[in-house]
């Protein structure tokens, strides 16, 4: 069965940084684009950043670009997003997927970003 599991969230102060870990596990996912998507209260999840499987790909939210960055290791089933210059407008429940086919097949629980001002 296959399970993601965020974690890294927490509560930072405006310009701070944290790092989110998503760690896949019941398959193999260094063949397969695996991203990051955020929820805020009241509004629709939106895209953040994906990876591919070389990591040589890595598109961005124009929201974040320059301030985020993702990355994997496939040797852990594993893929990071590293946030800095964090604002309030990043607060939101950060979610990570994995697309085995044609959309993000495999999502995990959500991990709770909060950014005070």
């Known amino acids: 069965q296959v399970q993601l599991v965020e974690s890294g969230g927490g509560l930072v102060q405006a310009g701070g940084s944290l790092r989110l870990s998503c760690a896949a596990s019941g398959g193999t996912f260094s063949s397969y684009v695996m991203g990051w998507f955020r929820q805020a209260p009241g509004k629709e999840r939106e895209f953040v950043a994906a990876?591919?499987?070389?990591?040589?790909?890595?598109p961005y939210a124009d929201s974040v670009k320059g301030r985020f960055t993702i990355s994997r290791d496939n040797a852990k089933n594993t893929v990071y997003l590293q946030m800095n210059s964090l604002k309030p407008e990043d607060t939101a429940i950060y979610y990570c997927?994995?697309?085995?086919?044609?959309?993000?097949?495999?999502w995990g629980q959500g991990t709770q970003v909060t950014v005070s001002s």
């Open positions: 997927a994995v697309k085995v086919g044609y959309g993000y097949d495999y």
């Open positions: 990876i591919s499987w070389s990591g040589i790909s890595t």
